[in-house]
């Protein structure tokens, strides 16, 4: 029965059917109960799941987004990345749907992801978009003792950089440093461009170059 439903859930993602993927599923929590949806989930190849999950978010809620596992979602978060989603939008969603349920450990969910090749890029990428705030002076009082979880609790990226910060000081400090080194190589290019612009060259051609054609062009009109 369950290989039967691996084969058939894999079939209809392929396809591009995450709908009748995701009912196909939860047919089997209904049937034989949350255990089997467990088991099969550790039988569907990481990017198939992460087709299915990536469409859930804490807005749209998934049965494979509550009863997924550490271990399973470690192994289809750090993919992606594959998808190029340069703005990380769905990570996000992702990440905040399943690491902030109601009876998740979030903590055994970072620590799974962190041991994974990418993992620590996972959480860079989770947090680019806020790379000023965590890194600048904008979220050091959170580094004081005398601020609670409870207090920063957003289910979004001040809680997991509370979490990083005050329960896996390890990880945050990986994750601080390659945050800081993408901020670096992003800035770099930005201050080329703007240095250009001060520098009046435009499309590579600087004025000099355009003042000569144009004095090459008044006297052959000459």
Same mark, same amino acid.
């Given at each position: 029965?369950?290989?039967?439903?691996? *084969?058939?859930?894999?079939?209809? &993602?392929? !396809?591009?059917?995450?709908?009748?993927?995701?009912?196909?599923?939860?047919?089997?929590?209904?049937?034989?109960?949350?255990?089997? %949806?467990?088991? *099969?989930?550790?039988?569907? #190849?990481?990017?198939?799941?992460?087709?299915? &999950?990536?469409?859930?978010? !804490? !807005?749209?809620?998934?049965?494979?987004? %509550?009863?997924?596992? #550490?271990?399973?979602?470690?192994?289809? *978060? =750090?993919?992606?990345?594959?998808?190029?989603?340069?703005?990380?939008?769905?990570?996000?969603?992702? &990440?905040?749907?399943?690491?902030?349920?109601?009876?998740?450990?979030?903590?055994?969910?970072?620590?799974?992801?962190?041991?994974?090749?990418?993992?620590?890029?996972?959480?860079? +990428?989770?947090?680019?978009?806020?790379?000023?705030? =965590?890194?600048?002076?904008?979220?050091?009082?959170?580094?004081?003792?005398?601020?609670?979880? !409870?207090?920063?609790?957003?289910? +979004?990226?001040?809680?997991?950089?509370?979490?990083?910060? @005050?329960? @896996?000081?390890?990880?945050?400090?990986? *994750? %601080?440093?390659?945050?800081?080194?993408?901020? %670096?190589?992003?800035?770099?290019?930005?201050?080329? @461009?703007?240095?250009?612009?001060?520098?009046?060259? =435009?499309?590579?051609?600087? #004025?000099?170059?355009?003042?000569?054609?144009?004095?090459?062009?008044?006297?052959?009109?000459?």
């Amino acid at each position: 029965m369950t290989h039967l439903v691996v *084969v058939e859930a894999t079939k209809l &993602i392929q !396809s591009g059917d995450i709908v009748r993927a995701e009912a196909l599923l939860t047919t089997l929590v209904e049937t034989e109960g949350d255990h089997a %949806l467990v088991e *099969v989930l550790d039988d569907i #190849p990481a990017k198939d799941l992460l087709a299915v &999950i990536r469409e859930y978010d !804490s !807005s749209k809620q998934s049965l494979l987004n %509550l009863l997924i596992t #550490p271990e399973q979602f470690a192994r289809v *978060v =750090v993919l992606e990345r594959l998808y190029k989603d340069m703005s990380h939008e769905q990570l996000r969603g992702m &990440i905040n749907s399943v690491i902030f349920r109601e009876d998740a450990d979030a903590s055994a969910f970072i620590e799974a992801i962190a041991e994974l090749e990418f993992g620590y890029e996972t959480f860079v +990428d989770y947090l680019s978009d806020r790379a000023e705030e =965590v890194i600048g002076e904008t979220f050091s009082a959170l580094d004081t003792e005398d601020i609670s979880r !409870s207090e920063i609790s957003d289910h +979004d990226w001040k809680e997991l950089t509370w979490l990083l910060r @005050h329960e @896996h000081s390890d990880i945050y400090n990986i *994750v %601080l440093a390659l945050l800081k080194t993408k901020s %670096l190589e992003r800035a770099v290019p930005e201050a080329n @461009h703007i240095a250009e612009e001060d520098n009046g060259v =435009v499309g590579n051609t600087a #004025p000099e170059e355009k003042d000569s054609k144009d004095d090459e062009d008044e006297d052959s009109a000459i």
